[in-house]
């Protein structure tokens, strides 16, 4: 296990950062930061050009196409679309190094025909998916043109995956873990953040509960009740168990539902648990007190309870993690750029499928934005450019330099 093998050698942050300041000092590195320097202009309209290509989840061809094209120019060792769609680009290292792959996913959550055309105004850029995940796909694309253009050559192999359905189903990353698992020494998702970065993933769970009943009348024998009786009184009480803010943890009850009409006891009362925590075992401890509740509370009117599993996704864990070489060097990084970066637990993205693989994986990105998921999203220009350059020492720091 490559994670395994690195963390008996781990240094300390303060020694990192050292290493880091070492290579950020580089000519080469500092021509590849000139060079992102003197292209503020180009990357922006790419930036955007990319971004006025809509790809709602399962429709990133045409944008693929597009990045591709980008591609075919860098003079890579190998670009090719995996068995789902995933764009991946390989520039291989001279030897030696490990295997280190950054990704960005490529879909957006906008409707399929949707038009978007950028805007820019005040030192943002205004255009839904600007920046989830358009601002990372920009930050890999313009991190391969300055190291070609300084002429680096990393020891370790750079892998860029442009990734397919990471806002529904996450098909992209699991597909490409699964498929190059054992071959991976890091994984970087770029998605969202800036100043920080994430080591690990919250858990989600989505539930559907619901009470069977008899169902009847409003002027037929009562009891039996509706089953809205039952609903009513679990929620209350899964209302007062305890949810932990350490771990970080959070319980919601946002929809629910019962009789089609008035005048009918509802005959299936049901509701819904938004579950997350960063903590697999606060999850299951919650899911037992709530079947409990359930339980009781169907007993109390002589129902039954049905419990749907909406979908379901473990908490994203790897122990020590927090103080392995990744996020050590990552932190350096940070600190070398000049962010003082929060650094936590809670990520929700493509790294959370390469840590539940057991692969070492951090969630970063390069630059601020609003409004994600929305009409309205923009994103703050002049950052970019430092994130590109954060994004850049990490690629460098991780493959390793002659
Ligand atoms: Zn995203």
Not at 34 to 59: F, K, L, V
Not at 222 to 233: D, G, H, K, N
Request: net charge neutral; glycine share 8%.
């Amino acid at each position: 296990m490559p994670t395994g093998s690195a963390q008996a050698q781990v240094k300390s942050v303060a020694q990192y950062i050292e290493q880091v300041r070492a290579l950020a000092n580089r000519a080469d590195v500092k021509a590849a930061n000139d060079y992102i320097d003197r292209n503020h202009e180009s990357i922006m309209r790419e930036w955007i050009a990319i971004t006025e290509i809509n790809a709602p989840s399962g429709q990133e061809h045409q944008r693929a196409k597009y990045l591709e094209s980008l591609l075919r120019k860098y003079h890579l060792d190998d670009i090719h679309y995996d068995s789902v769609g995933n764009l991946v680009a390989v520039r291989k290292g001279t030897g030696g190094g490990p295997v280190i792959v950054f990704d960005a996913h490529m879909d957006t959550v906008f409707q399929p025909g949707l038009q978007i055309k950028a805007t820019v105004r005040d030192g943002r850029i205004y255009a839904p998916g600007i920046g989830d995940d358009t601002r990372n796909i920009e930050a890999l694309l313009a991190t391969l043109r300055a190291l070609n253009e300084a002429k680096i050559k990393t020891k370790g192999d750079l892998v860029f995956v442009f990734t397919v359905e990471e806002e529904t189903t996450f098909r992209g990353v699991k597909n490409y873990v699964k498929e190059n698992k054992g071959k991976i020494d890091q994984y970087i998702a770029l998605d969202g953040g800036y100043e920080g970065f994430t080591y690990a993933g919250i858990g989600i769970n989505w539930y559907r509960h619901h009470f069977i009943g008899p169902g009847g009348h409003t002027r037929s024998q009562t009891p039996p009740y509706s089953a809205s009786l039952p609903l009513a009184r679990a929620i209350e009480r899964i209302y007062q168990l305890k949810v932990p803010m350490r771990p970080s943890s959070n319980l919601n009850i946002g929809m629910l539902g019962g009789s089609e009409v008035v005048n009918a006891k509802a005959s299936d009362a049901w509701f819904t648990i938004d579950l997350r925590s960063t903590s697999n075992e606060v999850i299951a401890d919650l899911e037992k007190q709530i079947q409990i509740i359930l339980n009781e509370e169907a007993a109390r009117v002589g129902m039954k309870v049905k419990t749907e599993v909406i979908s379901s996704a473990p908490a994203a864990v790897i122990p020590g993690h927090r103080e392995s070489y990744l996020v050590r060097m990552a932190e350096a990084v940070h600190r070398v750029m000049g962010f003082e970066p929060p650094i936590t637990n809670a990520g929700s993205n493509n790294s959370s499928a390469a840590l539940l693989a057991g692969i070492s994986s951090i969630s970063t990105g390069a630059g601020p934005c609003d409004g994600a998921h929305s009409l309205a999203e923009n994103c703050e220009i002049e950052p970019l450019y430092k994130g590109i350059k954060k994004v850049m020492l990490l690629e460098v720091a991780l493959a390793g330099v002659e």
